[in-house]
């Protein structure tokens, strides 16, 4: 006897925020921090990054998403979770790889902020030179 799967887990990154998301079998609803996606996010291509890998494989409508995601700002976050989407979804058919890594989905933007400098404005903004 083998126990069947209630869920499928991975997590996002992008920048400095970290999504875990949960895909559970269900009818497409998303909640993010306890909050539904139109509530949490307030912008639609924020809603559209989140939901691209699903609307990608074609299972909008089948699984519910469950997201606990920290750090970073909102589109970091959103793109967080459209990466741990795709990773979770890798679990559920590995066969949906090479679509996804088409769309760019699996790979991992790793562009952080430079940190700043000291005797800068910022990492590398010096302050205006005055020869008087």
């Known amino acids: 006897m083998s126990e069947e799967v209630r869920y499928y887990e991975a997590v996002g990154r992008r920048k400095r925020a970290v999504a875990r998301v949960r895909l559970i079998p269900g009818d ?3 909640v ?6 139109r509530q949490y996010f307030g912008r639609p291509q924020d809603w559209l990054d989140v939901m ?3 609307k990608l494989t074609g299972n909008e409508n089948r699984f519910n998403v469950s997201v606990l995601v920290s750090g970073g700002g909102i589109t970091g976050q959103a793109q967080a979770i459209r ?16 679509l996804l890594r088409q769309a760019g ?15 800068l404005k910022r990492a590398r903004k010096a302050p205006q030179y005055t020869k008087r």
């Open 28 to 30: 497409g609803r998303v």
């Open 32 to 37: 993010i921090n306890n909050k539904e996606l």
């Open 52 to 54: 691209a890998p699903l």
């Open 83 to 98: 990466h741990g989407v795709a990773r979770a979804l890798l679990e559920v058919d590995p066969n949906l790889s090479r």
């Open 105 to 119: 989905f699996l790979t991992r933007d790793s562009r952080e902020k430079e940190r700043k400098k000291p005797g």
